[in-house]
């Protein structure tokens, strides 16, 4: 399922704004790769974490974190003084990838087994969001992409809070997704075996909300929508 | 949730083979932090896919993968020729991310927002395995970590497929865990807010296995445990 960042291949239609530049090209099965606004933030609406991906001292590295979008740009955040915070805020160069995982692909052999996912690779830089109103905009979009409603409903951060947090914005100018879909795509020679071939959907579902023990609150409409088996994040589609 | 590898930090009593290192310390959060063997390769069992970074060119990308895992080694694979393949065969440094979202943490203030959840970031180099009898073992591995049993009933990599595919080894030297459970820990003076506050679990679940339309065969026994809610993967504890 590597998603192959590659100076060439064959160019894709594009509904929209293109995100496609030399490096964010998917090589390696290249009908998977697209490049269009809408694909590629319509998975990241889907994605439950990203990873960032930086480079500190020549190494790489790769972190797990929530995220938020507002049009074309992508938010994450963090402590402040911490030394991944400190190095992304300088404007070096990022990856930040999110993946969607559809289900198992079983093929009659080996060689074809795969995944149905849908991956997005954003490349780009980051930005130290430092206005209040701006970094609290953003704070909201990470809380609300996955828990629509809730904001209202919490104290907002403080002055002090928001300056204990680093809130960083990666602008959607250069990406590429990728994605399966489908059966399994077995050699004509092995049709015959006899084994079982197909896939197994795998999604992200809800448990029924657990109340922690101080919390004398009835639930709230948009978690009591949340029951056992409930897709998440919301916005994916079945 | 930033897992944070960072220079010092207090050490955690480990028991058993101890995979801390100087940079693979988990800074913010220290009480978050492990490093022995059994916890990281728990969570590594228990993970979907991991996200690769590398560096190309001076850039960092990260790339979904799925992997598996023999003893202290983990296995990636992709085909050869491919532009990442060939830079993680040359043993120049990667991060291997792999991620477990147990739920959303809901708080009764933003700041305190947060989600339970079981990292591991391994850090080293990779190295091509050649040899064919040992990357046979890294595919199955890949393999029946997701879908025990399965790999005695396919096709197995014929002599052609698998010079076709380069499989990397990244052996188990040098890594941190980071892991939140629990509810959510809110100021003092927000508890008499009126705010529904604890947690929604997230787990991710099968649904029937989908036979392909060419498929004549009955559902084997190890797809047939598997029914609309199974956990994923299977390693995995409720």
Not at 48 to 62: E, H, I, K, Q, S
Not at 118 to 134: K, Q, Y
Not at 146 to 171: H, Q, S, Y
Not at 193 to 205: H, K, Q
Request: charged share 25%.
């Amino acid at each position: 399922m590597e998603n192959i960042l590659e100076q060439n291949g064959p160019r894709m239609p594009s509904a929209s704004v293109d995100l496609r530049s030399g490096r964010a090209t998917v090589k390696r099965h290249p009908e998977r790769g697209a490049y269009d606004l809408e694909t590629v933030t319509e998975i990241l609406d889907q994605g439950l974490v990203c990873d960032v991906a930086f480079m500190v001292d020549g190494f790489p590295y790769a972190i797990p974190m929530t995220y938020g979008r507002i049009g074309n740009s992508l938010y994450v955040h963090g402590a402040v003084g911490s030394r991944l915070l400190r190095s992304l805020a300088s404007g070096s160069p990022i990856c930040l990838t999110v993946t969607v995982v559809d289900g198992l692909v079983l093929a009659r052999s080996a060689f074809h087994n795969s995944m149905n996912y849908r991956s997005v690779v954003v490349l780009g830089t980051s930005a130290e969001v430092v206005d209040p109103v701006r970094k609290t905009a953003a704070l909201r979009a990470i809380l609300e992409r996955l828990v629509p409603g809730r904001w209202d409903e919490i104290r907002p951060p403080t002055r002090g809070e928001l300056a204990r947090t680093t809130v960083l914005e990666i602008r959607l100018r250069e990406a590429s997704a990728k994605i399966r879909r489908g059966p399994p795509v077995d050699d004509e020679a092995d049709m015959e075996r006899d084994v079982w071939a197909g896939e197994v959907p795998l999604r992200i579902r809800a448990l029924a909300p657990v109340a922690d023990r101080n919390n004398t609150v009835a639930l709230p409409s948009y978690l009591s929508a949340i029951n056992d088996g409930t897709v998440f994040p919301r916005a994916r589609r079945e």
